[in-house]
């Protein structure tokens, strides 16, 4: 798509699993001259196909989706086209969360409370293949960054506390994340280190207290 002064319009592809708030979103966007939403997407499980249909230069992606979330589509984006660009636009700020996301490739992660030229400068930025965070979650990746490593816990560790979060048992856990029993009694042994705890209870309640892990929905 082509804007009336001559200039390429970024091409977009929104995903939000939510249609008033996508809808909201695609109008904001839309609204830009250099900016074209070309797809919208309304789960993590189309991510992959619409891209590559697409060809997006930027994917603007929710982080909590029912089915495949916004950081799993994100790490299977990333593995098949390592040189897309994700946005994460979100109202979840927990430690947790954006450490997944990051983890898993996301170029920026952005609130949805974002002023609209702070979103849309964003896209722009995104594109460019810069790092954008909201201030607030720049804060606090800093803060994780600086944390002792033996005191952080790694991604792998905070989905299968979150697993035993939702009241899974060891062998459900392994199913879900596709591991051994023995691999996920391991990890959780090391989250019982590293949040000074004897139990899973204890893990979940601490984890949470901490902002590791994210609330009940």
């Given at each position: 798509?082509?804007?009336?002064?001559?200039?390429t319009?970024l091409?977009?592809?929104?995903?939000?699993?939510?249609?008033?708030?996508?809808?909201?979103?695609?109008?904001?966007?839309?609204?830009?001259a250099?900016?074209a939403?070309?797809a919208?997407?309304d789960?993590?499980?189309?991510?992959?196909?619409?891209?590559?249909?697409?060809?997006?230069?930027v994917?603007?992606m929710?982080?909590?989706?029912?089915?495949v979330?916004?950081?799993?589509?994100?790490?299977?984006?990333?593995?098949?086209?390592?040189?897309?660009?994700?946005?994460?636009?979100?109202?979840?700020?927990t430690?947790?969360?954006?450490?997944?996301?990051?983890?898993a490739?996301a170029?920026?992660?952005?609130?949805?409370?974002?002023p609209?030229?702070?979103?849309?400068?964003?896209?722009?930025?995104?594109?460019?293949?810069?790092?954008v965070?909201?201030?607030?979650?720049?804060?606090?990746?800093?803060?994780?960054?600086?944390?002792?490593?033996?005191?952080?816990?790694?991604?792998?560790?905070?989905?299968?506390?979150?697993?035993?979060?939702?009241g899974?048992?060891?062998?459900?856990?392994?199913?879900?994340?596709?591991?051994?029993?023995?691999?996920?009694?391991?990890?959780?042994?090391?989250?019982f280190t590293?949040?000074?705890?004897d139990?899973?209870?204890?893990?979940?309640?601490?984890?949470?207290?901490?902002?590791?892990l994210?609330p009940?929905?």
């Amino acid at each position: 798509m082509t804007t009336a002064a001559g200039s390429t319009a970024l091409r977009l592809v929104v995903v939000d699993d939510h249609p008033v708030v996508r809808a909201g979103i695609v109008a904001l966007l839309s609204a830009e001259a250099d900016l074209a939403v070309i797809a919208e997407v309304d789960d993590g499980a189309g991510v992959l196909a619409a891209y590559e249909e697409h060809r997006p230069d930027v994917v603007l992606m929710d982080l909590r989706m029912p089915g495949v979330d916004g950081v799993t589509a994100t790490s299977r984006l990333k593995a098949a086209h390592p040189a897309s660009r994700i946005l994460v636009l979100t109202t979840y700020d927990t430690d947790a969360d954006i450490l997944r996301a990051v983890e898993a490739g996301a170029t920026g992660y952005l609130l949805k409370d974002a002023p609209r030229a702070v979103l849309t400068d964003a896209v722009r930025r995104a594109a460019r293949g810069e790092t954008v965070l909201a201030p607030p979650v720049a804060a606090k990746l800093l803060t994780r960054m600086r944390e002792p490593a033996a005191e952080r816990l790694t991604a792998r560790e905070t989905e299968v506390l979150a697993c035993v979060a939702r009241g899974l048992s060891n062998p459900a856990v392994a199913a879900e994340l596709f591991i051994g029993e023995a691999t996920v009694k391991s990890h959780l042994l090391r989250v019982f280190t590293k949040l000074g705890v004897d139990d899973r209870t204890a893990a979940v309640t601490v984890a949470m207290s901490r902002g590791l892990l994210p609330p009940p929905r």
